[in-house]
């Protein structure tokens, strides 16, 4: 059975800072495919970035970067360059390939981007 | 761009009362997911449903029932509200394998 877990509850960083959080999961396949998501103070949840089990590069766009263990089974994500409006909580996600679909969340770390 | 419209946005129950929620999505996306999250907690997985007329089981689905009658719209019932159970629940669909999940705003539910 797939398993995601995100130990940090909660993370403050100053502005400007980078910033890691972490991530583990467990799985039984051999394929599946890795994301993280950003829930704002509204409640909305929007996509951040991905990484399929099969590439060796990290995967980036803009700010967001991951840094992916394969052996480690953890799939951290690093923001650069921490504004305020990145305060938010994040959640870690994975879907296996012959996992018809499912989707499995962290419970997710909260950040806290301070001036 | 698509939407996910979930209906309705706040739903207060009675104790023991079945309740719908509602999911709309015009994405044409396959592949249809229902979530609860609690007050400051992750998104547990009630049900999804991977075409039309298909159902699967989530890591939460007891006390729950769902269909999936047309692609574009997805129902969750809540079989007999229980007071435990004020949370958020959020919808979200997919175009298939191994891509993102795009959610809607969410029901929220009270349950008196």
């Known amino acids: 059975a797939q398993k995601v877990t995100q130990t940090q509850t909660s993370i403050s960083v100053m502005e400007k800072t980078t910033v890691t959080m972490d991530c583990v999961y467990e799985t039984q396949d051999s394929s599946y495919f890795l994301f993280w998501y950003k829930q704002t103070a509204s409640g909305e949840i929007v996509f951040l970035i991905r990484q399929d089990s099969y590439k060796k590069e990290n995967a980036t766009v803009g700010h967001y970067s991951l840094n992916f263990q394969k052996p480690k089974s953890s799939i951290g994500l690093i923001i650069t360059a921490t504004q305020i409006e990145d305060s938010a909580v994040y959640f870690c996600?994975?879907?296996?390939?012959?996992?018809?679909?499912?989707?499995?969340f962290g419970k997710g770390t909260v950040l806290l981007v301070s001036p | 761009g698509g939407i996910i419209t979930q209906t309705p946005k706040f739903l207060i129950g009675q104790e023991g009362q079945k309740l719908t929620l509602k999911c709309q999505q015009n994405?044409?996306?396959?592949?249809m997911y229902w979530y609860r999250q609690d007050s400051g907690k992750g998104l547990r997985l009630i049900y999804y449903?991977?075409?039309?007329?298909?159902?699967q089981k989530g890591d939460l689905s007891e006390g729950y029932d769902a269909s999936r009658e047309k692609k574009s719209s997805f129902s969750l019932t809540v079989t007999s509200a229980q007071k435990n159970e004020m949370a958020v629940f959020l919808c979200a669909s997919s175009p298939g394998q191994g891509t993102e999940v795009f959610f809607g705003k969410g029901t929220r539910l009270t349950v008196v």
């Open positions: 449903s991977i075409t039309e007329n298909d159902l």
């Open positions: 996600a994975m879907r296996e390939d012959s996992g018809y679909n499912k989707l499995t």
């Open positions: 994405f044409n996306h396959d592949t």
